[in-house]
């Protein structure tokens, strides 16, 4: 499983932005990481600082000292400025591109989960053209968690975890065709248009790489 030119773009992005800000914040960042017990509390500490992923967070952290100068900055705006110009829309645009505060669950038979796979399901359109019905949401909905225990699919509920409780976003299905993997992502109506569909994509290649071993995604979305 390969990353698209416009997620390759992104992670690019938001590394050399992470970068940065810790470049601009790096006594906050200091002190972040001596406060921390190991090292993997101050991945978590410098990650919830800058607001980026903990992969980014590691690389704050193999920082070598001869790369805190204002030089080193300089080449990192120039490079987030050249980055953006490529892009059809920025992180701060869709603030949950990046995967940050975004997780995959797998899908249950929880009244949640149930409810949320009618609401994409209503969305779904038969042969002639009209809306699936109560009869064949609930066949498909079967259907599909038995690929699941015959390991044919895998399917995952999108989470938010910024609030207080983490709230369902979106809908994650893995389909193995052959050798081939088929992904769809559905992202809730309100949900949309924030990068939930970047992250979820994104979050879903360990995921399916897991599952399905040398296989081959194919994206296809929205589901």
């Known amino acids: 499983m390969t990353a698209g030119p416009q997620d390759q773009i992104l992670?690019?992005?938001?590394?050399?932005?992470?970068l940065l800000r810790a470049l601009d914040l790096r006594h906050e960042v200091l002190d972040a990481i001596v406060d921390s017990d190991d090292h993997a509390a101050a991945v978590r500490s410098v990650s919830a600082l800058l607001e980026t992923t903990e992969d980014n967070a590691?690389?704050?952290?193999?920082?070598?000292?001869?790369?805190?100068?204002?030089?080193?900055?300089?080449?990192?705006?120039?490079?987030?400025?050249?980055?953006?110009?490529?892009?059809?829309?920025l992180p701060e645009q869709r603030p949950f591109s990046t995967g940050t505060n975004v997780r995959l669950r797998p899908?249950?038979?929880?009244?949640?989960?149930?409810?949320?796979?009618?609401?994409?399901s209503a969305e779904q359109l038969d042969a002639d053209g009209k809306p699936w019905q109560a009869d064949r949401?609930?066949?498909?909905?079967?259907?599909?968690?038995?690929?699941?225990?015959?390991?044919t699919a895998a399917w995952f509920v999108?989470?938010?975890?910024?609030?207080?409780?983490?709230?369902?976003?979106?809908?994650?299905?893995?389909?193995?065709h052959g050798g081939?993997?088929?992904l769809a992502v559905w992202v809730a109506p309100e949900s949309r248009k924030q990068g939930?569909?970047?992250?979820?994509?994104?979050?879903s290649r360990p995921e399916l790489a897991a599952y399905f071993p040398g296989t081959t995604v194919i994206v296809r979305s929205p589901a």
């Open 158 to 176: 999108a989470e938010n975890t910024s609030g207080e409780r983490p709230e369902c976003v979106g809908l994650v299905f893995g389909e193995l």
């Open 196 to 203: 939930y569909g970047t992250a979820v994509i994104k979050l």
């Open 137 to 151: 949401i609930e066949e498909e909905r079967r259907a599909g968690l038995n690929r699941v225990d015959e390991e």
């Open 107 to 120: 899908f249950t038979q929880d009244d949640e989960d149930v409810e949320l796979y009618r609401r994409r």
């Open 180 to 182: 081939e993997v088929e």
């Open 11 to 18: 992670d690019r992005r938001e590394l050399a932005s992470a």
């Open 58 to 89: 590691n690389a704050v952290l193999g920082l070598q000292l001869g790369r805190l100068t204002k030089l080193e900055r300089d080449h990192l705006r120039d490079e987030v400025t050249n980055l953006d110009a490529t892009l059809k829309w």
